[in-house]
């Protein structure tokens, strides 16, 4: 921000942000523009100060100095006194109380410092089952700012302008899909919110409901003002058992204090919301088919056009949207479309929160602005993988993702940058992997998930993976023939281009993105009759080797079988007959001496 | 419960958030996602309430949603006015016993169950 040495550093911390950090910052920044002292004074914001309790905290360089306890009525005298005359305010110069240096700050745990919350702002403080609490820290303002400040076509304009994009996965533009919704013919409109979340391994939206579910009702309320909806669902999985009760106990409080039902908070605006609970069906996260479900059909997805904005449940125009996007409607109308444009990349506005799960070191959730690499979620917040292994894939976006290798890593998490690299954002499940992973193993698992959830409605998805999952077993089993894995490309491209749904048209990826990046898994699995990642038990053929083994006898006793034998401190042996290849051998011995026959000599051309 | 208007909604804000932030008791908050309830944040919580009940203590105790960091859940925060709070990991009743001990009691943290000081950082 140019070369200003005077800089005033505002404290974003959680603990600060209660005590109104944010305000003052804008109240400086008023102060500062009206006396035309933008050009000399940088003001910015900065990570927790380790002063909390004492805010809000104020750091000022060059000085090196910490305010606090500054009322908003100070701060003229505050920059009169401090940057004009060249004061130090003794009264309100933050003496640091010596705090135990023996804890690492949150500045210092990589999992913590690189994120940056704004639907997840709450987190930690906030008790689920209170609206007293969620009212204290600011809540449904939002709302009445919506309802009082604003019209419904300004609010769609402000969500326009914010530039937030679905967070259910496919990124269309939110505030164009509202558009579309409040100019669609007919009085009767819907809004539901999909808290389906079907992907193995996301959490993101259970995460929220339980924790903070009165901003997403307060989210739907705001949108349903801006659509004209006078009816809302929320469309919950039953798997959910404590985000169902949480977000139960949010409406009927709600309702209590007038907050949903008639003319809420007096604005002569009413709307109403209802729970639906799912039935178990991954399906059912396909907005056609979760409207199908509503109406206590099967869930089976329809054709599209006519898209739910314009004939959706009932036949009418319904808007649906993901629980992280109704989560960030609050925010951008609090703050404004400027503020929240200003976070993320060109056409990635605002943060993503995902569920960093599998052989990761710090495994949890993460909110972080768009525009982050993959690298720094995995490596930096994630602490890398554990142990001594090497990072293989990370699957992205759920079983309509795919699995991308470590040259990938240096993508932007963007939606568009995503997409061009062959990928896409998903709902927010970061799977990651290393070399014990078998990828052909992984297909087959997610093939076999798919067929099992699909509707069975198009040939093209409930045959294909059928047969692609045939294939798959044939492979992980050593039955397949290179014939099998054209077989298996030509059915991952023809249920792509066959199937009407999301389901089926990213059905396929599992295969076709393990296909792209890790080839030589296959052909090593279908030419050579082997599984580098181990995993595979008919293509395992564990052996001791003979110069690593100690004779410590760790694995004879984790053996079930009586496998392996041999003298003490002396190596080992397997008795191929009876290794029922569980790897419990291959897992306790602490010095490699477990292996299988050698891949490395295989030159896969 | 009467039904809120705009200025009533103000009027009650103002008034919860002056008494969180005037509060002059230390509070814990155990984390209890589904995550932490999976790991034992229900033990841990049963073990702060009973820690209060027995020595009598003037302490909150409130829980919360999921904290974050899922593998290194239980996970419990603890907050003494005009100090950064202190987040616990890892957590099980005897810990629990020993930070009361110690940290609520003479106000100095335990130093090894300790994950981090400090807050957050929000937009």
Known sequence: MGDKHTSILICMGTSCDLNRSRRMKDLIETEIKNRGLENEIEVTTTSCLGHCGEGPNIRVEPEDVIYHNLEEKDIPNFIEEHFIKGNLMEKYVLTPSENDKSIPTMNEIDFFKHQRLLVLRNRGRLEPDSIEEYIALDGYKALSKALFEHTPESIVEEILNAGLRGRGGAGFPTGRKWKICRDAKGDVKYIVCNADEGDPGAFMDRSILESDPHSVIEGMIIGARAIGASKGFVYVRDEYPLAVQRIKTAIEQAEEYGLLGDDILGSGFSFSLKIVRGAGAFVCGEETALLSSIEGKVGRPRQRPPFPVVKGLWRKPTNINNVETWANVPHIIRNGAEWYSNIGTEHSKGTKIFSLVGKVNNTGLVEVPMGITLREVIFDIGGGIPGDKKFKAVQIGGPSGGCLPPKMLDIPIDYDQLVKAGAMMGSGGLIVMDETTCMVDLARYFTKFLYEESCGKCWSCREGLRRMLEILTKITEGEATEDDLETLKDLAEMTKYASMCGLGQTAANPVLSTLKYFEKEYILHVRYKRCPAKVCKSLINFYVVPERCTGCQRCVAACPTGAIKGPRSEPHNIDQSKCIKCRACYEICKFNAIEDVIVDAIVIK | ?123
């Open chain 2, 1 to 123: 419960m009467a039904k809120l208007n705009a200025k009533a909604l103000n009027d009650l804000s103002d008034r919860l958030h002056g008494e969180i932030v005037q509060n002059d008791k230390p509070v814990i908050t155990v984390h209890m996602g589904t995550c932490g309830i999976a790991s034992g944040a229900q033990e841990v919580l049963d073990c702060v309430k009973e820690e209060i009940k027995t020595r009598k203590s003037h302490i909150i105790v409130k829980t919360s949603g999921c904290a974050g960091l899922c593998s290194r859940e239980p996970m419990m925060t603890v907050s003494i006015p005009g100090k950064p709070p202190v987040k616990y990991a890892d957590l099980n009743p005897k810990k629990v016993v020993q930070i009361m001990e110690q940290h609520i009691e003479t106000g100095s943290p335990v130093t090894k169950y300790a994950l981090a000081i400090g807050s957050e950082r929000t937009y």
